[in-house]
């Protein structure tokens, strides 16, 4: 079992910048891959980015490229999202996510465990 617990949520204005961190522990070497995954009310979850936990490659949905950026620190089994540049559409719950093989990025139902979820606001 991995265990993930996100934290860095909060409220910001346009424009501005957050730093989510998801902490995994448990079984961590089974980690293939880690993504953040974000539902806004109202509409379906989607996939935001990700990175391969051995190799550090990372893949992002087109609506963040450039603005976002994910990163690990191996020593920690921890795995941030750097926000920036953030507009009202960045709205929502973000969810930390980790699967045990390959897939997809976009494959939500492939993710094996997930944060609880930490909610990011941008007003306006």
């Known amino acids: 079992q991995v265990q993930l617990v996100e934290s860095g949520g909060g409220l910001v204005e346009a424009g501005g910048s957050l730093r989510l961190s998801c902490a995994a522990s448990g079984r961590t070497s089974s980690i293939y891959a880690m993504a953040w995954v974000r539902q806004a009310p109202g509409k379906e979850r989607e996939f935001v980015g990700g990175i391969r936990w051995n190799s550090g490659i990372t893949g992002y949905t087109d609506s963040v490229k450039g603005r976002f950026t994910i990163s690990k620190d191996n020593a920690k089994n921890t795995v941030y999202l750097q926000m920036n540049s953030l507009k009202s559409e960045d709205t929502g719950n973000y969810y930390c996510?980790?699967?045990?093989?390959?897939?997809?990025?976009?494959?939500?139902?492939?993710?094996?465990?997930w944060g609880q979820g930490a909610q990011v606001t941008v007003s306006s």
């Open positions: 996510a980790a699967r045990v093989a390959f897939s997809s990025w976009y494959n939500l139902d492939n993710y094996n465990y």
